[in-house]
């Protein structure tokens, strides 16, 4: 599987606290992988790294071959890389359709194309129904799919997923796994994921890097991961899993 | 020119300075907690000079005897503002509290207008024209006490909000709105009293500036304006700060009336502030925004 | 491009627009002099609120300092007609590119080195002080002693240089008023307002869908500052004088502001019913003190600030959104159906 997306040695510290250092790793083309570990491990830090919101100190990142480290987070949006943030995210005063068709837009050149894209990502998020209401009605669950719809919209190569699973029924998780399982499989759409809810993380992805205190402490399959006496021992540490 | 003429524009726009110091200390003391720029800060100020003019033509009470009552009536003040008016608007964009105080602000330079006319008031104390004399250097007598008494004020202020259990209490509430809710302290409370101890201290400084300059209903938007540029100079939030800037434009407007013409200081103010904005946006000893 | 425009407006709301368009199309020939002055002043608040509206309204970048634009607009037309006798269509583009400048300047600078929010308001008032202390020491426009545009001759209107009566003067702002609503529309509906819509709800997450915030927020300012110069230039030839004092004073750019707030802020209609609001409000005011027999200066603009205390504490989002859940104009909420 040739790499879509390449991690090579990427490290930051804030005010003298390495958040993460030397962080290695590649996401195959068409590939379904996790990124997950412990509070505080440097998940998000990293895909800010790659989205282009914090500048990394050393390292560099390659986005099918191109060297996007340096650039702008929408110039990494626009090279194929679509976000969710951790913290919903809404335009609140915009309504639901009106926040995806800016997504749309990166990849739509008339906002009329834009919003039958739109439409479309929401009847596949199931948004549909919510089209008109202004996102601050929105639920929480709902926010988190509109975050997802709305990236999707951009039309990346790659989704960097951060913890769109968190706070949501286990039927909604299952609903979401759907989803992002469908992306992955009919529009071949390679997506990283941050994610807590190790249910969702079994079900999806087909690898998964672990990360504690900055570092990548152990990589492989779910199965693999989990009983891997380090990670046991890094979660056992703090929370107990 | 010979080298005392500048001396002595500079040691009196000092002077002058540590007033306007004090004033925006009380604006820089709002923003500070309460997260709310006073656009009716000179208005303020405005009140409590017209407050002293009155008391001294009508009552011949001296400047220094009226300090007291005129910063508790701005306290009071300040006070209900906050706990009345503002308070309710602490979680709106700052777009609509900035509309809540330019109307509180059109207010009050009305009422000024309505009830002490658009004509300049001032105060003529027995030692309005006294000045001292050291070698070369004369400075305004008035102008001596009014800086002193605006330096003491201040420190006062900053041995409050350092020493006291309320001053802590106000700071905690700066520094993490959430936590201090957590901790059980009133945050609104908190937050009047510090409308009210800003309110005091431009009160104050209205009451030394009315020994320094005449009073009219216009002063009140210049003076917000000029608050704006020393808390901005001197970093917004930041005590030292405002009284930093407003030394910093109080010699600035100084030598500029003499460099160039009085008419224009305003300008290199304004000069000033646009400089620190866009080469250090959170002022001279401003901590970094963010 | 038609289509855009009224696309999503509801039927009623349309009928309503173009009622209000006719009644004031209809107005000079219905109404007596002093009404006529009291509605130029309203469009004229209208049109420059609607230019301020594009930067904060959508953009969500707050200019306090707005008076800026009009003054430059106002000098730069009003300065060429009197020294070389240009027309004000001539001189035109150049006030335009004059206020899109120092807008382009200031925000590049601002965007820049990051200040924003209050700063960034502060900012606008800064360079606005600057430029009305700096005229005031400009001989060539007059310095404080004043600009004055030789007078119009009543009896005949001369719309080249902008010379006529009251009634020219009124169906000018209409036509202005009118086209900066339908260029509001159909920027709103473009890519651009939805670019800005974002940045003004969330520039993070703006910037993560690929939105160049720092451009759009540049068009923005561009745009909505060389808008206001236009109001500017009518400015000057309407009340053929001009004082740095007067034009350019913080209290100028407040007046353009209050429209859009109290009548709604990002709204399309909002600017007009604010104008509305706020003009009539203190005409009313001023009828009614003269009425009773109360002639103190000051009075009518306690009365207005108490007012404006009220809607701003009563009606967070302005006037205009509660107004239009009375009429029954607002959009729909649910439904699949395309728009």
Redesign the interface.
Known sequence: MPALLEVDGLSKSFSGLRAVSNLTFSVGQGELAALIGPNGAGKTTCFSMIAGVIRPDAGRVHLDGRRVDGLRADQICRAGVGRTFQVVKPFAGLSVLDNVIVGALNTHRTVAGASRAADEVLDLLGLAAKRGHPAASLTLPERKRLEVARALATGPRLLLLDEVMAGLRPTEIDLMVQVLRDLNARRGITILLIEHVMRAVMALARRVIVMHHGEIIARGTPQEVTRNPAVIESYLGEEAV | MPAEIYLNVAVNGLLTGLVYGLMALGLSVIFGVVRVVNFAHGEMMALAMYATVAAFTSLGLDPFLMLVPVAAALFVLGYALQAGVINPFINRPEHSQFMLLVAVAIILVNIQLIVFGPDARSVQTSYSFDSFQIGKLIVDASKVYAAATALLIAGALFAFFRFTILGKAIRACADNYAGALVVGLDVKRLYALTFGIGAACVGAAGVMLSLVIDVTPSLGPAYTLLAFVIVITGGLGSMPGALLGGVLVGLTEALAGLFYTPSAKGMFAFGLLVLVLLFRPQGILGKKLG | MIATLVADVPRRGLVLLLLLLAALVAAPLLVNDYLLTVLILILYFAYAGQAWNIM?GFAGQ?S?GHALYVGLGAYTAAALFFHFGLSPWISLPLALAVSGLVGAIMGL??FR???A???F???T???A??AR??F??WSWVGG?AGLFVPVANYTQNDLWTLRGSPRMFYYVILALTVLALLVCRLLL???AG??W??I???E??????????FRYKMYAVVLSAAMTSLAGIFFAFYYNNLFPEQVFT??RS?ELI?GP?IGG??TLIGPIVGAFLITGLAEALHEAMLRIGID????K??F???C??VV??AL?HGVWPPLRRLLGLD??????G?A
């Not at chain 3, 103190?296 to 009075?299: H, Q, S």
């Open positions: 904060m707050l306090l600078l601002a080195f990051g200040v929010g209050v700063y308001a502060i900012l008032i800064a360079v002080e600057f202390i700096g005031d020491h404080s509906k473009s890519r939805y670019y819509q974002a003004r709800e969330d993070d997450a703006a910037r993560a869908l690929g939105v160049n915030t913080i209290g407040i209050l707030i802020l990002g103190v200066p000051g009075a603009q306690v207005y600030g108490v404006l205390l701003v504490m967070p959009p729909k909420t649910s439904g699949k395309k």
